[in-house]
């Protein structure tokens, strides 16, 4: 019914920026709590940044001040720029939105398919 599309993953060099999209698409009734995830191999899967339907906004102490997120409600996307790359920024990044289907009904858990960024020489 609902599902999240995420882009803007790659290769980038060190002190490079990359910025991600997640776009929700289907049929819902409203959407609340959108964020970042990220789970590099052999870690744990951690938040990177969440943002409130109010725009406060919430971020991992290690990329405090070089990732920005977004939304846009209009189009139902979440956005992630994320600048200064450093190679301990490399990881598989999933967005995670709650969405709610229907008017009264629970919010769910939504997850993107995941998308690469490696930062390397």
């Known amino acids: 019914q609902v599902h999240l599309v995420e882009s803007g993953g790659g290769l980038v060099q060190p002190g490079g920026s990359l910025r991600l999209s997640c776009a929700a698409s289907?049929?819902?009734?409203?959407?609340?709590?959108m964020g970042w995830y990220r789970q590099a191999p052999g870690k744990e899967r951690e938040l990177v940044a969440r943002?409130?339907?109010?725009?406060?906004?919430h971020y991992l102490d290690s990329v405090q001040g070089r990732f920005t997120i977004s939304r846009d409600d209009a189009r139902n996307t979440v956005y992630l720029q994320m600048n200064s790359l450093k190679p301990e920024d490399t990881a598989v990044y999933y967005c995670?939105?709650?969405?709610?289907?229907?008017?009264?009904?629970?919010?769910?858990?939504?997850w993107g398919q995941g998308t690469p960024v490696t930062v390397s020489s």
């Open positions: 289907g049929s819902f009734f409203s959407i609340n709590v």
């Open positions: 943002i409130e339907p109010g725009r406060n906004t």
């Open positions: 995670g939105v709650d969405i709610q289907p229907r008017y009264n009904a629970p919010f769910i858990r939504t």
